[in-house]
């Protein structure tokens, strides 16, 4: 076959040589639907993107049948096919004694019937047991809640991530999960067909284990590149027609500029309007000639090696003798078929007669191979509870401090200060001014009443946040602490361990700055009504000086934390370059600052 024949070129060209890069090109993306299984078949990884559309991947054909399944209990058709996937996996024989006996009765009320199910084979009923238990929540809960949480739920209790071949399968199913999300209204498909019509605008992601030496793609994403091997199928495959279209129009250039020449569709019986036709033969032109450009560019990107692959038909003659029918003008092989029709000739001529094989009507061979989870496969077991720190924790409970004896309203007032701040530091501090803050005071308000601040409340607790703000962006510090540095982020959210304990923090602002020194800064927005505030300031910083420590140490300076600091790659690539770590206190209410350096022991 065709698809076959695309594998043995790929094998046969790194047979000659390992370090060819192999490019299969098609016109169109439905001439894969052979060729992308026949790759994997043949062991064949490669590189495609937006080329394999989602719904041919297994694991979301079989989270469709699931999502049918649960859907429409009386889908007989989606309960076989979740019956028969891997994470259930029955035999065609019990599938035959499970639903032959009544077309009436739905699949799911088969497998509660005990005297059914005692037909089966043994393997039948564990597989049929493990499948009712693990289905017996979402069908309990159909229509009470989002239909993805239902299918979802299922598709884990069955076991479907341990059926998948590759690990992009498991980004493939939450694809389709963000899918089904958007599609379901109230638990429900309203539409299947318009669902299923989606899936097919989605393409699964590329396998991110395979190389660049086997890429597939489309003829027009390859122009500009260049490849060792150049394969092209499907060259005697037709662009799909359109329909007739209401109108057609075309610009033409014209004495005063360019003009617009358009027809409507004939009525029904009419002998059909002259224009019309004329721009059907204009846009007919224009697309043989794009197809001649088309097929140059597949040609051109062969640096050693071009396989232009097509198939055509034969006629038998009344004398016997075979005839090939020349392929479609509107395909590519049309365009090449005056060059190659005379090596199509030759291939005839020098075909083997076709052997008379009598064939005797018996029936097909079914094949019962399955890829299946064992009968008797469960869950793994959770992994341990994280050992969260306990408030009663010294070190958890240094975080609390600040708000403890000040009262609700001031954490509050606290909470939409940084909330602020967050935000001035993400427009750029040069853009705030007075006139603006002053502005905030309507959602300054409403973030505080939202907060659960007291009526009584708000309008000196707005107050305090607005000098807060202002401070801030008047304050020569505060300005440079808001400012654009290096690697700034604001509000950073961490997960790590340190005295063997999972903690997280929220890291006000951090940045490195010009000299390389990575600046830890907390915001507090305490206030002293004494009159030494300088000495409050040193009590401050030696109250929250074990805090600042800790985010440190999450932040080590030559980027390796000490513990298992739960962060993603950008992150951990993000610290690497910073090997000093200032720790600073800003108090906006009170314009103090305090900072020191980071000394790990």
């Known amino acids: ?203 699964a992601l590329p396998d991110l284990d395979a190389d660049d030496s086997l890429q597939i793609m489309t003829i027009h994403k390859a122009k500009g590149l260049e490849f060792d091997v150049v394969i092209v199928p499907g060259l005697a495959k037709s662009p799909r ?126 094949d019962q191979m399955l890829r299946r989870l064992p009968a008797g496969w469960t869950l793994p077991a959770a992994p341990p509870a994280a050992d969260w720190a306990t408030p009663q924790d010294p070190a958890r409970a240094q975080d609390e401090l600040e708000f403890s004896w000040a009262g609700e309203t001031a954490r509050h007032v606290g909470s939409v200060v940084h909330r602020w701040l967050q935000r001035i530091a993400e427009d750029g501090v040069a853009t705030w001014n007075e006139q603006r803050i002053a502005a905030l005071d309507p959602l300054i308000r409403h973030a505080l009443v939202a907060q659960g601040v007291g009526e009584h409340e708000v309008a000196p607790a707005a107050a305090r946040v607005r000098q807060a703000l202002l401070n801030c962006v008047a304050d020569a510090r505060g300005r440079w602490v808001l400012d654009a540095h290096a690697e700034g982020r604001s509000e950073w959210r961490l997960t790590g361990i340190t005295a063997g304990r999972r903690i997280n923090v929220v890291i006000d602002r951090t940045f490195v700055d010009a000299e390389g020194a990575r600046w830890i800064i907390d915001y507090k927005t305490s206030v002293h009504e004494g009159a030494d505030t300088e000495n409050f300031l040193d009590n401050e910083r030696e109250r929250y000086r074990a805090q600042l420590e800790r985010y440190a140490t999450l932040l080590q300076a030559d980027g390796a934390p000490q513990g298992d600091l739960l962060r993603s790659a950008p992150q951990k690539d993000l610290l690497r370059r910073a090997r000093r770590i200032r720790l600073g206190l800003y108090f906006p209410l009170l314009g103090g600052w305090r900072e020191w350096e980071h000394s790990p022991e």
């Open 241 to 366: 027609h359109d329909d007739k279209k209401l109108f057609l129009w075309t610009e033409q250039p014209g004495a005063g500029g360019t003009e617009l020449l358009l027809a409507p569709i004939n009525a029904e019986g009419d002998d059909g309007d002259a224009i019309y036709a004329w721009i059907e033969r204009f846009n007919s032109e224009k697309q043989s000639l794009e197809d001649g450009r088309l097929l140059y560019v597949a040609a051109t990107r062969a640096k050693r090696q071009l396989h232009l692959l097509g198939s055509v038909k034969l006629a038998t003659e009344e004398d016997g003798a075979s005839q090939i029918k020349p392929p479609p003008a509107q395909s590519l092989l049309g365009k090449l078929w005056p060059v190659v029709a005379s090596v199509y000739e030759a291939a005839l001529r020098d075909a083997p007669p076709a052997e008379s094989v009598e064939t005797a009507e018996t029936a097909p061979a079914i």
């Open 1 to 203: 076959s065709r698809a076959q024949r695309v594998a043995e070129i790929v094998h046969a060209a790194r047979a000659t040589d390992a370090a060819m890069k192999v490019a299969i090109l098609v016109r169109n993306r439905g001439h894969l639907r052979e060729i992308v299984p026949a790759l994997k078949a043949a062991g064949l990884r490669f590189r495609a993107i937006d080329i394999e559309p989602l719904g041919q991947r297994p694991v979301i054909q079989d989270l469709l049948a699931l999502t049918r399944a649960l859907a429409h209990p009386a889908d007989r058709v989606a309960w076989l096919a979740v019956l028969r996937a891997p994470w259930c996996g029955l035999t065609l024989a019990d599938l035959h004694v499970l639903a032959a006996a009544d077309a009436q009765t739905t699949l799911w009320s088969a497998m509660q019937d005990e005297q059914r199910v005692s037909q089966l084979s043994s393997d039948g009923r564990t597989r049929i047991a493990r499948a009712r238990a693990a289905l017996a929540t979402s069908l309990a809960q159909r229509a009470r809640g989002p239909l993805r949480e239902h299918v979802a739920g299922a598709w884990y209790a069955l076991g479907g991530p341990a059926c998948v071949g590759q690990e992009t399968d498991l980004e493939d199913a939450e694809t389709y999960f963000r899918y089904l999300d958007k599609q379901e209204d109230a638990g429900a498909l309203p539409d299947r067909a318009s669902f299923e019509a989606g899936l097919d605008q989605l393409y």
